[in-house]
């Protein structure tokens, strides 16, 4: 690859991770890939790069009251234990396997952000005081398989965190997706770390990612609140359900 690739690939991320409330690694993975760097290369690369999409434009979404720390730390604590048997995960698998069950991962939540469409919560945005102990209950081990899923696909998590945020705990689309872009930085964050400590983070990949991520979220965030939900969440369900099967024919191809 050279220069321009990765840069250009963390700025779509960014963008879109930042729209959508994911961390950009549904983006950023299948394109890698598909530019001919192995899964496991692509993994590391992906989480640094997450990064820049969560704190890129993260402090206006805040400013304008739209992120939620309590239940971002709340839900955290499982996502950072999910991540941290993900690591492990991820040595022992094949990289074909990877691949098929990354584009497995993507169709589902396809299927989950058309459910966004149909289904309406009750109750709106709520403090994590008035959501009931069985809804925080099945939040936890949501979450806790989205940290998971982050560090095995290089991914934010935020492809099951949004989903959660409004079907299951009750926020507003919007609120959802800044606080599942805080949420998906620190689950990133422990999924980098011990990538690092196994020695398959590739420094100049994730860097250049990471420039691009940042200026892409940054963008983003001042658009967010100028677009409908409705539209953002049928594109995400067109791309999730493209690239997944993709990736999924991509995988049986490769067997």
Do not use: C, Q
């Not at 640094?48 to 009251?65: E, F, K, N, P, Q």
């Not at 584009?103 to 966004?116: D, I, K, R």
Request: glycine share 14%; no cysteine.
């Amino acid at each position: 690859m050279n220069l321009l690739e990765p840069l250009a690939i963390g700025l779509v991320a960014g963008f879109l991770g930042t729209l959508l409330g994911i961390g950009g690694g549904s983006v950023m993975v299948p394109l890698l890939v598909l530019a001919g760097v192995d899964i496991k290369r692509a993994v590391p690369a992906s989480l640094v790069a997450i990064l820049g999409t969560s704190l890129g434009g993260l402090r206006r979404l805040y400013r304008r009251g739209l992120v939620d720390p309590r239940m971002a730390v709340f839900l955290e604590t499982a996502s950072i234990l999910g991540a941290v048997v993900g690591v492990e995960v991820l040595g022992r698998l094949e990289s074909r396997v990877l691949t098929l069950l990354l584009g497995l991962v993507l169709v589902a939540s396809a299927a989950s952000f058309t459910a966004l469409e149909r289904i309406r919560p009750e109750g709106g945005w709520r403090g994590l005081a008035e959501i009931p102990a069985w809804r925080l209950g099945l939040g936890w081990l949501v979450s806790l398989a989205a940290g998971l899923v982050s560090a095995v696909f290089g991914i934010g998590g935020g492809v099951l965190k949004v989903p959660l945020l409004v079907l299951v705990l009750g926020f507003d689309v919007h609120a959802a997706v800044a606080t599942s872009k805080l949420m998906v930085g620190v689950t990133a964050l422990t999924g980098v770390v011990g990538h690092a400590l196994a020695g398959r983070v590739d420094p100049a990949l994730s860097l250049l990612l990471l420039a691009g991520t940042y200026t892409g979220a940054t963008v983003s965030a001042r658009v967010l609140l100028r677009l409908e939900a409705r539209t953002l969440r049928l594109i995400a369900a067109l791309y999730y359900l493209l690239t997944g099967l993709y990736m999924v024919a991509r995988s049986l191809d490769t067997g």
